[in-house]
Nanobody
Framework: VQLQACGGGLVQPGGSLGLSCVASGSIFSVDIMGWYRQAPGKQRELVATINRAEDRNYAESVKGRFTISRDNMKNMVYLQMNSLKPEDTAVYSC??????????????WGQGTELTVSS
């Protein structure tokens, strides 16, 4: 099982960007999925999570600006980021809790994708 994220880049303040992440491999089911970020010199922090029932949880700093969604058929999770601020600059990583066909559940992480918000 692996996660592959894409969509980072350089965006001006106030701009928008979308991230996506796909889980692949021997997947039986995907439970909670989410995005985390780590800014330079800071600890990794939760950005947003979404479960199979599409209950969402957001960090206070991104509420109203970011939207997390998922496609259970494609085992994908998305993060739409609007009204971006320089403080959103970070490496964003996707996470998923996945049960494989042996019904072994584990936490999986995608490689980070970098977002820079700067004029």
């Amino acid at each position: 099982v692996q996660l592959q994220a894409c969509g980072g880049g350089l965006v001006q303040p106030g701009g928008s960007l979308g991230l996506s992440c796909v889980a692949s491999g021997s997947i039986f089911s995907v439970d909670i999925m989410g995005w985390y970020r780590q800014a330079p010199g800071k600890q990794r922090e939760l950005v947003a999570t979404i479960n199979r029932a599409e209950d969402r949880n957001y960090a206070e700093s991104v509420k109203g600006r970011f939207t997390i969604s998922r496609d259970n058929m494609k085992n994908m999770v998305y993060l739409q980021m609007n009204s971006l601020k320089p403080e959103d600059t970070a490496v964003y990583s996707c996470h998923a809790r996945i049960a494989d066909h042996g019904l072994v559940t584990g936490d999986y992480w995608g490689q980070g994708t970098e977002l820079t918000v700067s004029s």
